[in-house]
Structure formats: C-alpha cells, structure tokens
C-alpha cells in the first residue's frame, strides 16, 4: 500500500540542507537514517488500511441510505386550533440545506388532550398559580384566625360557666326577695286597675297632644289646609264654622214656652254633617253647592262640591238687594245710595267626629284640632265672592 512520503520528502529536504561545504558527519546521517527507520515503522500495514478502508466505505454507504440530516426546527404560521412548524435539513454528503414551511402542526392543547399552550392560556395559567397564593395565604390567615376563635371560644366558656352559677345565686335571692315582698291580691287589683286607668288618661292627653296644629292659606283663590291628611286618614271630617250672633230653635222638653234660646255670640258650625265640606288629592277644600238651609240634611239628590266661596257665604237676592244671612242678621253687600260695598265675613275650619246633628250640634269643644280662621270677601269692583285670610 502506498505509504503517506510527505514527512519523508521533508527529511531529505533536510538532508540536503546539511550536505553543503563540511556539514555531513557520521552522526548527522545516522539521525536521518534513525527518523527515517522511526516513520517506516510507524507506517499502517495493508491490512491495517484495508480495515480502515472497508469501515469508511460502510459509513458512506449508511450516510448515503439516509442523507440528508435535521438542521433547524422554528415555529411557523399558526391558526385557531394548530401551531405549525417550519423543518430545515442538511445533506450529510454535499451540504445542502433545504427548508419545509408549516411541514409538522401541533394540535392546540384543550381539557381533552394534550398539545400546544396559547399566550392566553399561558395568562390564565399564570393568574390562577396568583390565584392560587392568594388563596392559600388567605386560608393560612383564617386558620390562624380560627384557632384564636376557638381560644376565644372555649375562655367564653368557662365565663359562662361562670355566669350560670351567678344566675343561680340570684334566682335563689329573688325567690327569698319574692316571698317578702309579696302583697295581697286586693292590693294588687286595686294597683292594676289605677294604672290601666292612669293609662287611658294618658292615651287620650297624648292622642290630642301629637295632633298637628292646622293652617289655611288661599292659593290660586283656592282654600288650602295644611295637615288636613292626618285627620282624614284617621277618621275625622272637616266642619266650617262662622262667627255670628245665633239663637238656637228650642225643644218643646226644654223649653215649652218659648221657640228660641238664649242669644249665642261665637263660632257656630254651618250643617254639621261630615259630606258637607270634602278635600281634594292636594288637600284643597271644596264646599257643597246646595244652600246653606240644606246643609243640615243629607236629602235625596246627588251631593255636589265646588271650590267657589259664594257656596259657603249662602248669598241671596241679587244686585242691589243682594245680602248674606250672618245669623239673626241679613248683611247687605249694598249701601242705602245703591252703591256696591266691600264686605268681608270670618269663618274657620276644624276637625271633629261625626254627630247627629237631630240630637246634637257640634261646637268648638269638640273639635280634636284648632280652629283655622279665613275670610269670605265681597269685592265691589267685580261683584263677587272670594276667599282670604
């Protein structure tokens, strides 16, 4: 076999250098010969070479069964349900490098099977390991909190324990305390019943004390009553009263000689039945359209209200001989020369419970509010009727 004569070819070259004027020496040549004797010897045999030969070939021969070599693998394009993956090789033999786009897809990992995570999932991964801390931490807290609740609880314990023999101790006293305080049941009755007694006197002073005191106000020329929702939602009805000199008509019981009482100076109710005056939903008052001389009966027609204030003055007559029944008088609203004359009449509102007005009248005593006042005036100029204060 052909031996490699490279090192060789460098040692004569050497020798040749040394062959020059007085430079060839015994022991110079014997060096050379020496190196030379080392190579030879250091030189492959045949069979040597042929090994090796024969090992190289199989390697090429399996090199070239499967040529060509993994080089690269990146990621490449991605959809909603795969992430795909670009594959770059090499030939093992020429070294050319070749690159598959989107030649592998990973499935998208889902509940059901495994494969690539998302950013998303990655995100949500993370924030429920962040959840997670949180919530161990929390829990940690409430087990230290709970523990200290059952330290709590037990020393609760031991001052009920406590308190029960406490309770015991002065059960037994008031039981001794009950026996030497204990009165008749005579006395005791009597006790009771000035209490209850007591008690209704006090529920009824309180029920006329938290009244709220009435007020009137004309708006729009319209009477307004301010706090009148709080007796009509508890059962009470407003009565119009007037200011007037008045002599009842006496009952042959009481009086048989004669048809009238005694002459009365104050504030007498108009009707005294509960329909004769009514409130609107704003509160404002509304005055029964039928004659005064009607409103002391209820009759069969159909009741009617308005909120004029010549309905509640009961005017007569017209023009000129106009006038107003105001008790035992008839007030004119004209003067001797036929001329037109500012009037003006006093009246007022209350509340009370209904009466009977065939046995009894109503009065100011029974009222359960003040008396609100207002005024009915006749204007010249116009000729009519209006409300005021």
Known sequence: MAINITTI?????????????????????????????????????????????????????????????????????????????????????????????????IRQATTERAGAMRAQQVSDLNSTRTGLASLQKSHTELASKVSTLETTVSTNGELLNRVDEVANYCSEGIADLTENLQVTNDDLAATQKSVQDNSSTITSIKAKTDCPRIAVDIIDGKLHVYNASYYTKN???????????????????????????????GWHVIGGLPNDVKFDSSGFVMFRTSPLEDWHHLGNNLISHSYEAKYVVGAKGTDEKMYVPWGKKKVRVTSNHGTYLMRRFRFAIGFAKSFNNVFATITPAHLVSNLAEFSVIFDPCTKEFHLGK
């Open 235 to 265: 059962g009470y009805y407003p009565f119009i009263f007037r200011f007037t000199s008045k002599r009842n008509r006496c009952t042959l019981e009481n009086y048989p000689d004669r048809k009238r009482g005694a002459k009365n100076k």
């Open 9 to 105: 070819t460098q040692l004569i070259s050497d020798f040749r250098a040394l062959s020059q004027k007085d430079s060839i020496s015994p022991e110079s040549l014997g060096v050379l010969l020496q190196r030379l004797a080392d190579l030879i010897n250091s030189a492959a045999s045949d069979e040597e070479y042929k090994a090796i030969y024969d090992a190289f070939q199989n390697f090429v021969a399996n090199i070239a069964a499967v040529p060509n070599a993994l080089y690269k693998l990146e990621q490449g394009s991605a959809d909603r349900n795969d992430v795909l993956m670009n594959i770059t090789t090499s030939h093992l033999i020429n070294g050319i490098t070749m690159t598959l786009k989107d030649a592998v897809f």
